[in-house]
């Protein structure tokens, strides 16, 4: 590190910021919104992933919170959770109709690859690519993961 002056600040500015998100009063659900930010600004993932947690497990809160936090907390870059993990907190927000249904797709099939279950992972990603709920760049992430995986998208109209 070139200048590790310039680091601690950063991380003083850091260690500011969240506590300053942490010591301001409000209802629930702006508490809610003010933990996802400060998880958000957190440097370690399992401390991202503990705060995401307790908003999950808050039942106080309104559903999509919740459900928004545990698809974070299943999505923090370099999570300490492991990939069957990831999955049980995914599963719940896979309902049809649920707010983050195709995104909790996703990232299922993600966390199959990590567990080398291709065969469910490029099932789950054919499914996307016809799912009239997923957004045309959904679409083309799931296409990109089947092209890598070494399949061939199958499209709607069989192209």
Known sequence: MSNPESFIEEVTEEV?????????????????????IAAADESEPAQA???????????????????????KQASVENSP????????????LTVPGGAFRVLAEEQIAIAEVEQGNNDAALERLQ???????????????????????GAVPQTPNGI
């Open 49 to 71: 992933t503990e705060r995401l947690a307790a908003i999950a497990a808050d039942s106080s809160l309104p559903q999509l919170y919740r459900d928004l936090a545990a698809f």
């Open 81 to 92: 959770l492991a990939a069957e993990d990831r999955i049980a907190l995914l599963e719940p």
């Open 16 to 36: 500011r910021r969240i506590a300053a998100l942490d010591a301001i009063e409000t209802d629930s659900e702006v508490s809610a919104v003010l933990g996802l």
């Open 127 to 149: 499914a996307l690519i016809v799912d009239t709920e997923a957004s045309q760049g959904l679409r083309q992430r799931a296409s990109q993961l089947i092209v890598a995986l």
